[in-house]
């Protein structure tokens, strides 16, 4: 792994899990998303994970509409780093997951490295009043659902999305074999290093959230990938300041954000991204460490830079 001079601090402000009902403060609209995102980004972080969702209910929305209404405002206010989602959510098609990417051509985009069962029904028994009817339905039936990218799909998106636009990937590892299915495209030339490894723990069928699982990912990674690749790591739930802390320890960079996590604390919600972006910016400096700027991270990532996007 390559041993980091500054922490990036990556933000996920709103993802496609947790509903509307769960939180007052998931960004919904897009003017709430570009508030969230601009927040963050004035609080420490360099780079934006990005969802995009249906205004009227809340939805999670892989429409290149929706995350036009918010990228262009994010671009004038802040140079942090844009990467948009192509995890979109488990209801999606990969055409449809594929659109806002296609669209904007940004410096980032996520990539699941294999389909998992993606199980998060266990949030609905902490919901006492649901604000839309799709909510319930779509929170509780997640067990039988897969979140689905095979090689096929993995390959279209390397070929179409980062050959083909110059985009380079968070390439989000659910389990360890996430590492060696992303050795194998590596080892056919599809993609070029440094890679951006986000190891993704405490998800109901994937890794669990034990921290010697993050340094047993980390030491497969260094077997892997040597000196080729760029280390985050978060974990859902209470889980998510510890593990970040952790992953600096190790030298890596994190992720924080209300996709990933509510919370700010033991039965606190957040009250912002921000919030979480200060905390954990505040950990990492508290322990000796710098955080990355923006045009940091790009050199660290080898990005093309926020000149070169579609938006």
């Known amino acids: 792994m390559r041993q980091n001079k500054k922490i990036i601090i990556t933000c996920a402000p709103t993802g496609s ?12 609209t897009p003017t ?19 969802h995009a969702r249906d205004p009227i209910d809340g939805r999670p929305s892989p429409s290149a509409e929706h995350f036009g209404a918010f990228l262009p405002r994010i671009k004038q206010a802040t140079d942090a780093v844009i990467n948009i989602s192509t995890g979109g959510s488990s209801t999606m098609t990969l055409d449809a997951r594929l659109e806002a990417a296609f669209a904007f051509k940004p410096e980032v985009c996520s990539l699941n490295m294999g389909p998992l069962i993606f ?7 902490r919901v006492e009043t649901w604000r839309h009817p799709w909510e319930r339905e779509y929170v509780e039936t997640s067990r039988g659902r897969i979140m689905y990218n095979d090689n096929v799909y993995i390959e279209r998106i390397m070929r179409e999305i980062g050959q083909g636009l110059g985009t380079r990937f968070e390439f989000e590892c659910y389990d360890i074999g996430h590492l060696y299915t992303l050795a194998h495209f590596a080892e056919r030339g599809l ?3 440094p890679f951006l490894i986000q190891g993704v723990f405490g998800i109901l069928g994937g890794i669990g ?34 593990f970040c802390t952790q992953s ?7 992720r924080v954000g209300l996709e990933d996590s509510l919370y700010i604390g033991r039965g606190e919600l957040a009250k912002s991204n921000a919030e979480q972006v200060t905390k954990i910016r505040t950990i990492i400096e508290a322990l000796g460490l710098d955080v990355a700027k923006p045009d940091e991270a790009r050199q660290m ?4 830079g926020g000149d070169a996007v579609g938006f």
């Not at 709430?32 to 990005?50: F, K, M, N, T, V």
């Not at 199980?119 to 028994?125: L, N, V």
């Not at 990532?301 to 093309?304: F, H, S, V």
């Open 191 to 193: 993609i070029k290093p």
């Open 248 to 254: 600096a320890l190790l030298g890596g960079n994190v």
């Open 17 to 28: 899990i947790h509903t509307p009902s769960m939180s007052p403060h998931l960004p919904i």
């Open 209 to 242: 959230p034990d921290v010697r699982n993050l340094a047993h990912m980390v030491t497969v990674a260094d077997s892997l990938f040597g000196d080729d690749y760029v280390f985050s790591a978060f974990a859902a739930g209470r889980h998510q300041m510890p």
């Open 32 to 50: 709430q998303i570009a508030d969230a995102a601009i927040e963050a980004a004035a609080a420490g972080a360099s780079i934006l994970h990005l």
């Open 119 to 125: 199980d998060f029904s266990g949030a609905a028994s």
């Open 301 to 304: 990532l080898d990005l093309k």
